[in-house]
């Protein structure tokens, strides 16, 4: 019985032949596009051969040495333990390990191995920055065994890249980036690299994950892959199905310092600017804000009114950067940026340090229950960033208070308690004297020393201010109020949740 007939119902008279007619149309269209969704997506690769011998020949090993005294060298850049006792590689490595012999003794050759690709035919090669940091030779060696010294153009680590440059009198084999913003989790990925100074060695997983913020710096964007990688893949590109380059190989999470399939990838698209800038540069000029964030959790985002926990906080505006210049204050929570919407706070710093300097840019802040939009020409983020504390208006009325909706005791600042607590003189707001312990002041971490410059987005002077305010947002039916604390000069937002009044 055929699959139509088994799930029709009962003909009537009339329509049986039009509804059959129709169902078996139907089931047509259906067949019709699953095949194309088929054929788009294709079947799994038999084979990576054809891919690799077509990149292959772009993928370098790098060869580093420095001279170090020895009992003086540096611990290596890969954070891996030292090889168990046994290993084949224990004599490779011993020089990275050794640490017990006399610092007197002459100057030896430390030599590290990382990977790396060309990226143009002129001899342009890409690399990690932590696999030629502070080397004194860098030596570029392709699969024939060809060797060629390279000089460095430029590094950069925020992002952990490093650019070089290798001569001859032929173009060099080189690949192309392709657009990661198109990667799905789940794509085929090919990694090629020098793991274990073994020489050209192949790889192949899938896109784990996206998004992977590993503590790495500060535009930490990577593409977590399954691809075995392991000491000396740093610097190594992967590639997808076209053989093009959607991530640059550079870290591993593992507890044994060997592949347990959880790899780090620095996305093409993060990648190629920084590498264009050193290219045309030497170094990599970045667009600046001039604002310090944090994260907008549920209380906070509770205590602002938005709807939900998402954009970047600003905790606090540097004195003469773009943003105080065009307005932008402490406690407004940036929601878009250049017409890019901010989900999360790590995003904006990846997206301003992309922006073209100088440009003109929109961004949208939710500021006091509403949106507003202001202009922020983008300046060149400085060399050394300078986050400077702004100063607030002058208390002069001694007196302290008891929040127990906080579980915090607060006062005035007097000289007394500005020389207690180390408190410089350009400080100024209601200084905290004690918290309850169990209480969400504690639960925040909050402690004596701390000072409270602003409550509800308000300024606040005096203990009685902040009852006051703290007693109005119980009245809006509020579940947190929103504080700023000075702490040693590092301001960040903090939403405590209110304690249930007393009957």
Request: net charge negative; no cysteine.
């Amino acid at each position: 019985m055929s699959l139509v007939t088994a799930f029709a119902p009962v003909p009537t008279p009339r329509r049986s032949h039009a509804r059959s007619r129709w169902r078996i149309s139907l089931l047509a269209v259906v067949g019709l596009a699953v095949a194309a969704q088929q054929a788009s997506a294709g079947p799994p690769p038999i084979s990576f051969a054809d891919i690799v011998e077509q990149v292959a020949p772009a993928v370098v090993n790098i060869a580093t040495t420095k001279a170090v005294r020895r009992g003086q060298g540096p611990a290596p850049d890969f954070p891996f333990p030292e090889p168990p006792p046994g290993s084949p590689f224990e004599d490779f490595f011993r020089e990275f390990f050794d640490r017990d012999r006399p610092p007197d003794q002459a100057p030896q050759r430390q030599s590290s191995l990382g990977s790396g690709f060309v990226v143009d035919p002129e001899g342009y090669v890409v690399t990690n920055n932590h696999v030629i940091a502070e080397a004194d030779q860098i030596s570029v060696v392709f699969g024939d065994e060809s060797t060629y010294e390279a000089e460095l153009i430029g590094r950069d680590q925020k992002t952990d890249l490093a650019l070089l440059k290798i001569e001859r009198d032929k173009p060099f084999p080189a690949v192309t980036f392709a657009d990661s913003d198109g990667v799905r989790v789940g794509d085929w990925i090919i990694a090629i690299g020098n793991p274990f100074g073994l020489g050209s060695t192949v790889t192949a997983g899938i896109v784990s994950a996206r998004s992977r913020d590993i503590r790495a710096g500060p535009y930490d964007d990577f593409l977590q892959v399954d691809a075995p990688i392991n000491r000396g893949n740093s610097g190594g590109p992967s590639f997808n199905l076209d053989g093009h380059v959607i991530g640059i190989n550079t870290a591993i999470f593992s507890p044994s310092g060997g592949n347990v399939g959880i790899g780090f990838a620095i996305p093409s698209n993060l990648a190629l600017p920084v590498i264009e800038s050193l290219k045309a540069e030497g170094r990599v000029k970045r667009g600046w804000l001039g604002v310090r964030i944090q994260t907008v959790t549920d209380e906070i985002a509770e205590s602002l009114g938005l709807t939900e926990a998402a954009g970047a906080l600003v905790a606090s505006v540097t004195p003469g950067g773009p943003a105080e210049v065009a307005k932008i204050e402490p406690g407004d929570v940036v929601l878009q940026f250049d017409g890019k919407s901010i989900d999360r706070m790590r995003g904006l710093p990846r997206i301003v340090a992309e922006t073209p300097i100088g440009k003109a840019v929109g961004v949208v802040v939710w500021r006091k229950g509403e949106k507003k939009t202001f202009e922020v020409t983008l300046g060149e983020l400085p060399e050394e960033e300078e986050l400077a504390a702004l100063t607030e208006s002058e208390a002069d009325t001694p007196s302290s208070a008891d929040i127990e909706a906080l579980g915090l005791t607060v006062a005035t600042i007097t000289e007394e308690l500005r020389t207690r607590y180390e408190l410089t003189p350009e400080v100024k707001g209601v200084v905290i004297v004690n918290v309850a312990e169990g209480s969400s002041s504690g639960e925040e971490s909050l402690r004596p020393g701390d000072v409270i410059v602003e409550v509800g987005q308000e300024e606040v002077n005096s203990p009685p201010e902040v009852t006051a305010k703290v007693n109005q947002a119980r009245q809006e039916d509020k579940k947190s109020v929103l504080l700023l604390i000075d702490r040693q000069g590092d301001l960040r937002f903090v939403a405590l949740r209110l304690a249930t009044a007393a009957p």
